[in-house]
C-alpha cells in the first residue's frame, strides 16, 4: 500500500522500488507505473504524468487489454530490477 493505494513494489521493504498502482475515483481508475515516460507504448494510451510516472485512465473493463497491460508491466518491471 502506498498512500492508501494498492501498489506493486519489487523486493521488501526498506527500499523496495514501487513498479505500478492503482487509484481508484468515482468515475475511473487510474492505472499508474512509476517509470512509465520509459516505457514502449506503441498504442499511445499511457499519458505523461508527475516526474516518470504515466498512467491510463480505465472507465469500464473494456478499456482493459490485458496483452498491452502485460507488456507495460514487463517493460516496468525490466526498469526497476
Same mark, same amino acid.
Given at each position: +500500500? #502506498?498512500?492508501?493505494?494498492?501498489? #506493486?513494489?519489487?523486493?521488501?521493504?526498506?527500499?523496495?522500488?514501487?513498479?505500478?498502482?492503482?487509484?481508484?475515483?468515482?468515475?475511473?481508475?487510474?492505472?499508474?507505473? #512509476?517509470?512509465?515516460?520509459?516505457?514502449?507504448?506503441?498504442?499511445?494510451?499511457?499519458?505523461?504524468?508527475?516526474?516518470? +510516472?504515466?498512467?491510463?485512465?480505465?472507465?469500464?473493463?473494456?478499456?482493459?487489454?490485458?496483452?498491452?497491460?502485460?507488456? #507495460?508491466?514487463?517493460?516496468?518491471?525490466?526498469?526497476?530490477?
Amino acid at each position: +500500500m #502506498w498512500h492508501g493505494h494498492p501498489v #506493486w513494489s519489487l523486493g521488501e521493504a526498506p527500499g523496495k522500488q514501487p513498479v505500478a498502482l492503482i487509484k481508484a475515483y468515482g468515475s475511473y481508475v487510474t492505472f499508474a507505473l #512509476w517509470r512509465g515516460q520509459s516505457v514502449t507504448d506503441p498504442s499511445g494510451r499511457l499519458e505523461a504524468a508527475s516526474r516518470e +510516472m504515466a498512467q491510463v485512465k480505465l472507465r469500464s473493463v473494456a478499456d482493459i487489454d490485458a496483452d498491452l497491460f502485460t507488456g #507495460w508491466l514487463h517493460q516496468a518491471r525490466d526498469l526497476e530490477a
